[in-house]
């Protein structure tokens, strides 16, 4: 069975930082894309970030270019996402992405911001 599980989300004052985990299990990862997604209320489902395979390419959101840092250790079939100089507009539940020709999803984790 597949899982991918994500950690580590949580209530921070707006710039502080947290750092989310996603653990896949069920099956090997390391040729999938890997990506977190985010979905704030009253609003649809949006990308924030991703990686390849080889962990040499990533792409992000313009929104957290120079505050995100993705990335993932693919021995250990987890991806990351570092998250610096959190803003108010950041709090959402955040996805983690598995995508190859198929595509897995986590349950989401929320992340709060506050003022």
């Known amino acids: 069975q597949v899982q991918l599980v994500e950690s580590g989300g949580g209530l921070v004052q707006a710039g502080g930082s947290l750092r989310l985990s996603c653990a896949a299990s069920?099956?090997?990862?390391?040729?999938?894309?890997m990506g977190w997604f985010r979905q704030a209320p009253g609003k649809e489902r949006e990308f924030v970030a991703n990686?390849?395979?080889?962990?040499?390419?990533?792409h992000y959101a313009d929104s957290v270019k120079g505050r995100f840092t993705i990335s993932r250790d693919t021995a250990k079939n987890r991806v990351y996402l570092q998250m610096n100089s959190l803003k108010l507009e950041d709090t959402a539940v955040y996805y983690c992405n598995a995508r190859q020709r198929d595509e897995y999803w986590g349950q989401g984790t929320q992340v709060t911001v506050s003022s």
């Open positions: 069920g099956r090997t990862f390391s040729s999938y894309v």
């Open positions: 990686i390849n395979w080889g962990g040499t390419g990533t």
